[in-house]
């Protein structure tokens, strides 16, 4: 019946154009993590399919998910994830008419929800969504609604546009993603997987919409089934659930909308119930990080982007309110990556280059802190990371850095109107992953790492309207990875790498023809590349995780006048 196929097809692609669209709203998160644990639980059967084994299962956010695995062929692990789910995905809008197709499949995916969750999950978060998950499912398998078509259809185009999604950000920007990892095991160009991927998930797609399409006949829709309880599927069962025709099965499926109704209650409650208990990971899917850059605007600190643990980059922007401790995702950067430079003019945050851990970007951008909105405002001469930014006098200046090939010499200049850019001058040496503050109409420059990889202990005071190095001083010893904040008539360095991390906070006071740095203070335990804010005699250091909320950044706040380090618990943050 062309008519009916020709409502599925306009039905499904423009579910398919609206998802695409709403995907990073409320209304799609929700349904995301129910995707993220398809992909999650793709990787631990085919570890054990493969001679592997499984250790956990988590379903971090709406976008996130780790499973901890051991042994298996790692090109049938690392690929299970995106073709695993585009498979389901297929299966499942294929089988959308296919009553008997469909409701083993409910049961399969249901069973396979409790199995994972109760054997691999090891958090609250995800113990709660898995079981109503897997119990949902289960339920869809012993009755037949009005609505089960619907529900296939829209699972099977999440799994779908997720792995498009998904695999169109990895061809766009580079990230430590399946594909990367496959990639540096198997020796495989890391484009080649994702183009095999894509080939994959669309042969599975367009063979779904055959089938479907095909299914869509006279003679296939009058055996469809669309209601009676469950029997086990046997020749007669279906010969005379295709013949309902007399008074009496009518009068049963009319009594059958009382079940249904009850039904519908417990679904939307566990529905309900799901998303209260879920409802920080998927609305503030905040998470743990380092190499994040933070700053100050409007009494508010700024994360940007940052790398975890695994090697995932990220494009967050966060907003903290440091009066509710509230933490809040306002916008995104174009691209994962970390090792940028921020600086603050007035209202506006100024973020420039950076690394995916592919490749360095040129980028300035410019996030408006009272409107949250971010746009490019122009480009740097070249692509760089890991330098360092000061701003003095209302021009800001880019110091050193690397490429992507080479360490930087340079000092940039550049206007934070037009972000027109200007060499003014040269560091004795090229170095990177340094840091810069601006004191009494000076810039200095700490630390770093030179060609060779070593750690310099050069402290190097600029005079920004030259660009020529004033004088030289020295730290006690070569460092790098640190961070600077100017505090009253001073600078404080704090941590940094020099084969461990350091737990000494330096200060940097000028005096006459000498630079000369003394010990300020101790913290409890070392810190290099963490992002630091001063602001209302504290000082905050924001990177890593929380001592006890293990998935949440790390915000520590030290309080200059009492000398105490607390570590800030966001609110209603819940304890996975």
Not at 196 to 202: E, G, K, P, S
Not at 292 to 298: E, K, P
Not at 465 to 471: A, K, L, N, Q
Request: proline share 3%; net charge neutral; charged share 20%.
């Amino acid at each position: 019946m062309l008519d009916m196929r020709t409502r599925w097809l306009t039905r499904n692609v423009s579910l398919a154009l609206l998802l695409f669209l709403l995907w990073d709203t409320v209304i799609v998160k929700p349904l995301r993590v129910l995707v993220v644990l398809f992909h999650e639980i793709f990787h631990a059967l085919a570890a054990l399919v493969t001679g592997g084994g499984v250790r956990t299962i988590e379903v971090v956010s709406h976008r996130i998910g780790l499973t901890s695995l051991y042994g298996g062929i790692a090109g049938v692990v690392y690929s299970s994830g995106y073709v695993g789910t585009a498979f389901l995905g297929a299966l499942l809008l294929g089988s959308s008419h296919r009553w008997p197709v469909k409701r083993s499949l409910y049961l399969g995916i249901g069973v396979l929800i409790l199995a994972n969750t109760l054997g691999f999950v090891r958090t609250p978060f995800g113990w709660a969504y898995g079981l109503v998950a897997g119990v949902f499912f289960i339920t869809l398998f012993f009755k037949e609604f009005w609505f089960s078509t619907y529900i296939t259809e829209l699972v099977g185009l999440l799994c779908i546009v997720d792995v498009f999604y998904a695999i169109t950000g990895f061809f766009l920007s580079y990230s430590r993603n399946d594909a990367a990892i496959l990639s540096e095991l198997s020796g495989l160009p890391y484009y080649l997987i994702l183009s095999i991927w894509t080939v994959v998930a669309m042969a599975l797609v367009s063979a779904a919409g055959y089938i479907t399409w095909h299914n869509l006949t006279p003679e296939k829709l009058e055996s469809r089934l669309q209601w009676g309880e469950f029997y086990f599927v046997t020749r007669r069962f279906v010969e005379r659930n295709c013949g309902m025709t007399d008074l009496e099965n009518n009068a049963e499926k009319r009594r059958g909308w009382s079940t249904i109704a009850v039904y519908i209650s417990i679904l939307v409650a566990v529905v309900l119930l799901t998303i209260w208990v879920s409802r920080y990971v998927l609305f503030q899917p905040w998470t743990a990080r380092e190499w994040a850059n933070a700053t100050a605007a409007r009494e508010e600190i700024y994360i940007f982007g940052g790398r975890d643990r695994h090697g995932r980059n990220y494009d967050e922007i966060y907003r903290v309110d440091l009066q509710d401790l509230r933490i809040h995702e306002i916008a995104s950067l174009p691209s994962p990556r970390f090792g940028m430079a921020t600086a603050v003019v007035g209202d506006r945050i100024y973020v420039f280059g950076g690394f995916d851990g592919r490749k360095c970007y040129d980028d300035i951008l410019v996030l408006d802190a009272k409107r949250d909105r971010l746009t490019r405002l122009a480009h740097l001469p070249s692509s760089r990371c890991f330098g360092a930014v000061a701003v003095n006098s209302g021009q800001i200046y880019y110091l050193g850095g690397w490429d992507g090939a080479e360490q930087l010499d340079e000092i940039l200049r550049i206007d934070p109107d037009s972000g027109d850019t200007k060499l003014i001058g040269k560091l004795p040496s090229p170095r990177e992953l340094v840091a810069a503050e601006s004191l009494d109409g000076k810039i200095y420059l700490f630390g770093g790492s030179d060609k060779r990889g070593d750690y310099l202990d050069d402290v190097l005071e600029i005079d920004p309207t030259t660009g020529s190095v004033v004088r030289m001083g020295h730290l006690p010893s070569g460092r790098t990875r640190t961070s600077a904040v100017s505090l009253d008539d001073r600078i404080l360095l704090i941590g940094g790498w020099e084969g461990e991390k350091l737990n000494e906070v330096l200060s940097l006071k000028p005096d006459g023809e000498v630079l000369k740095t003394q010990l300020y203070s101790r913290l409890e335990r070392g810190y290099s590349d963490v992002g630091t804010v001063h602001l209302d005699r504290r000082i905050y250091l924001v990177g890593g995780a929380h001592e006890r909320f293990q998935r949440q950044i790390q915000v520590l706040r030290w309080d200059l006048e009492s000398g105490k380090v607390d570590s800030i618990k966001f609110r209603s943050f819940l304890f996975w």
